[in-house]
């Protein structure tokens, strides 16, 4: 985990905290947020290399363990794991968040594509609520990305999973804004060792808090 | 803390003897006191032999096997459920949502989520109180009256729910009427998609200490020897990992594993029981007894340092700059949530005193040390006595 030098982030104001692992929202009062939340994202270096898969490394398929091969996210972010060995770990534990984590959310189709996630399907999946999650590949940041919709909202919104130890920096966040279609707002997952995730939200500008 | 315990009153005493319970053992292995004889009594061991699987590209130790998440769990509070907050509840929780009557056994995310409702509306009732107040205030500066406000302001002490809310069963009860038959089946077929994801750390704390897990390797599925498990945790913090490259002309003392270890294996040894903080902006958090029991007492900040300086321009650096800013944000955060922030100096050995060939072993560990700072906020005017 790195310091982050707030100076420089013009455009990142307003954060709000929602803590992960079931995916809560909650948010801050403005002060207390820009203060303290903000200097514990995911620090801003110096250096605008990115520890991608692009070591000229190239990810052997067989480091798959037969258990995530047989995990019913599996097959839909398994392009990107190959391609992005970096970040796919964090990728992976994002995607399930959003699709199966939390219950008590309006019922939920999820998308089928094989057997086994059909019988989730037909016992009306009750996941976190997110529906339709996409992956995305962001091609200027090299980077994978999700897309979906939030239970009771219509807009889809975006989220960039990422690595508690990695070391972002601006211009990266600013392409990945560009890379989704110019959006207002990203949502960073910061995922951890122990699956724990916690999200926090980019806004363009100045943006008050809800309550 | 204490005083939470007394509002519960009596169903927390239940509470707490059912968690006394269940979580009595605090580590993993069981002691059986077999017989006593002169004075001499004889214990059996009870090892638990779980199983995990090492997956490289989440840098974890997946448990898969209910039971030994369970005892994993149960027995020092180690790894966490990967949908989750912390105990594996998954399918627990999907059965409470499916079910029309819930099974009385309520999850923690459950009751966190009725908790968060009712602060939502609280701040919800408050903004249009302020909200009120302030139109009055307006009202009265307009017309040149003084009125004396009869709105109230809620305080969170205070509050109360102004209406009890219907009780928000699954969304499902109305639709699902005619579908009860087929409920019912499906209850026993969801799937349970949850296992118990353990750091490196835990993983190797439990293999070298406890001996009481055993990890798959993913080529191979075979089990890991502990060199094999201790040099592929270090390779895995590395870039080029995916490769098979001789690990050991890359190991480097700085390695975030070991950094990390060392002050996982400090604290374990000593008692705490030790999460990840990364919800609290630190690297670890110190329990006394476990998550079930109390609040975390110690927000843990592991802070590398360097013996030989010429060291520090190394590739694995995880660059940790101290600065006064940084440190004072994460110190107002844990103030926040009543938790003392302790800065943890891990040294790391110079690499020419620990060379490659040693890192290969768990014996490496004993040239690091670790020095414990707590920090504190000082406020001249408050603290005046």
Redesign the interface.
Same mark, same amino acid.
Request: charged share 30%.
């Given at each position: 985990m790195r310091s982050w030098s707030g100076r420089g982030g013009g455009e990142l104001h307003w954060v709000c905290v929602m803590t992960g692992g079931s995916k809560r929202w909650e948010s801050r009062s403005p002060a207390r947020v820009h203060c303290a939340q903000l200097s514990t994202l995911i620090g801003v270096g110096g250096d605008e290399s990115l520890p991608t898969g692009g070591s000229g490394v190239r990810w052997s398929p067989s480091i798959f363990t037969p258990e995530m091969e047989k995990h019913p996210s599996f097959s839909a972010v398994s392009h990107l794991l190959k391609k992005y060995p970096n970040v796919g770990g964090a990728l992976f534990q994002t995607y399930n968040d959003l699709s199966l984590g939390n219950s008590l959310c309006s019922s939920v189709h999820l998308l089928v594509t094989d057997l086994r996630r059909a019988r989730l399907c037909l016992i009306d999946g009750v996941g976190q609520g997110w529906k339709d999650v996409e992956v995305l590949d962001l091609q200027t940041c090299s980077r994978p990305a999700l897309k979906g919709v939030r239970p009771g909202t219509d807009a889809s919104l975006y989220v960039l999973p990422c690595w508690l130890s990695e070391n972002l920096t601006m211009s990266l966040i600013h392409r990945a804004f560009e890379d989704m279609g110019d959006v207002q707002e990203v949502y960073m997952a910061i995922t951890a060792e122990d699956s724990s995730i916690v999200y926090y939200k980019l806004s363009r500008g100045l943006v008050k808090p809800q309550l | 803390m204490s005083r939470h315990r007394r509002s519960e009153g009596k169903k927390g005493g239940i509470r707490r003897a059912e968690n006394n319970k269940i979580y009595a053992h605090p580590i993993p292995l069981v002691f059986l006191q077999s017989y006593v004889a002169l004075g001499l009594s004889r214990h059996i061991v009870l090892n638990p032999c779980c199983e995990g699987? /090492?997956?490289? $590209? %989440?840098?974890?130790v /997946?448990v %898969?096997n209910p039971k030994d998440s369970a005892i994993l769990w149960q027995r020092g509070f180690f790894? =966490?459920?990967? $949908?989750?907050?912390?105990e594996p509840s /998954?399918l627990s929780? @999907?059965v409470?949502?499916?079910k029309a009557a819930l099974s009385g056994k309520v999850t923690s995310?459950?009751i966190?989520?009725k908790r968060?409702e009712q602060? =939502?509306r609280f701040?919800?009732d408050r903004?249009n109180a302020i909200a009120a107040a302030a139109a009055e205030a307006e009202e009265a500066f307009r017309t040149g009256k003084t009125v004396t406000s009869s709105i109230i302001i809620p305080s969170g002490a205070t509050w109360k729910p102004a209406e009890k809310t219907p009780e928000k069963g699954?969304? *499902?009860i109305s639709q699902?009427n005619n579908r009860q038959e087929?409920?019912s089946g499906?209850l026993n077929?969801?799937?349970d998609?949850e296992?118990l994801? $353990?750091?490196?750390q835990?993983a190797f704390f439990l293999i070298w200490c406890f001996d009481c897990l055993s990890i798959m390797s993913? @080529?191979t599925?075979e089990g890991m020897s502990l060199q094999e498990i201790w040099i592929a945790f270090q390779t895995c913090?590395m870039? @080029?990992?995916? $490769?098979n490259p001789e690990p050991a002309l890359q190991l480097r003392p700085d390695n975030?594993f070991l950094v990390n270890y060392v002050a996982y294996h400090h604290y374990r040894s000593l008692g705490w029981t030790i999460?990840?903080g990364?919800?609290f902006?630190v690297?670890y958090l110190l329990y006394k007894r476990g998550p079930v029991f109390d609040h975390a007492e110690f927000a843990l900040l592991i802070c590398p340092t360097y013996e030989d300086l010429a060291d520090s321009d190394s590739p694995t650096r995880? *660059?940790?700059?101290?600065?006064w800013?940084?440190l004072s944000?994460?110190n107002?955060?844990n103030s @926040?949530v009543m938790k003392t922030l302790i800065l943890c100096y891990v040294t790391i050995p110079s690499s020419a005193l620990v060379t490659t060939e040693m890192l290969g072993s768990p014996k490496c560990l004993a040239y690091y040390s670790v020095r414990e700072v707590t920090v504190r906020r000082f406020i001249p005017a408050r603290m005046r006595d």
């Open positions: - | 699987y /090492w997956d490289p $590209l %989440t840098r974890s /997946w %898969t790894g =966490k459920g990967n $949908l989750s907050r912390s /998954w929780r @999907q409470n949502a499916r995310e459950e966190t989520t968060r602060r =939502k701040k919800m903004a699954p969304p *499902t699902s087929e409920d499906d077929s969801i799937v998609v296992h994801q $353990l750091t490196p835990e993913p @080529q599925d913090y870039d @080029q990992r995916g $490769l975030p999460k990840s990364v919800k902006c690297d995880g *660059t940790r700059d101290i600065s800013s940084w944000t994460i107002r955060v @926040q």
